[in-house]
């Protein structure tokens, strides 16, 4: 089975930085769409960023310009570099797949989540 695993998440002062890292591990073919969402304590889950096979991005604006989404292929991993952190960026954090995998005998694409990790802006 596939799995995403999320690291990365912790406290850290307004202003300060962290790095989100999420790795997906399995018997996966290839991996279209990577992804990270949030959802903030009585809020929806909102898509923070989200990333192509192919190295296209896509930013909520609320993060544009002080949040990048990367990935390595090789790896099956997804990165996102949070600067300029601040208080209303305080959530947790999930990880997003679109993954290709075999399932009963057919090339498939399922999505998936990682289990989330805590992102915490406060002084």
């Known amino acids: 089975q596939v799995q995403l695993v999320e690291s990365g998440g912790g406290l850290v002062q307004p202003g300060g930085s962290l790095r989100l890292s999420c790795a997906a591990s399995g018997s996966i073919v290839s991996i279209n769409r990577m992804g990270w969402y949030r959802q903030a304590s009585g809020k929806q889950r909102e898509l923070v960023a989200h990333i192509t096979g192919g190295g296209s991005t896509n930013y909520a604006d609320s993060v544009k310009g002080r949040f990048t989404i990367s990935r390595d292929n090789a790896k099956n991993t997804v990165y996102l570099q949070m600067n300029s952190l601040k208080p209303e960026d305080t959530a947790v954090y999930y990880c997003?797949?679109?993954?290709?995998?075999?399932?009963?005998?057919?090339?498939?694409?399922?999505?998936?989540w990682g289990k989330g990790t805590q992102v915490t802006v406060s002084s």
């Open positions: 997003n797949a679109e993954i290709r995998l075999v399932r009963t005998g057919t090339i498939g694409t399922y999505e998936y």
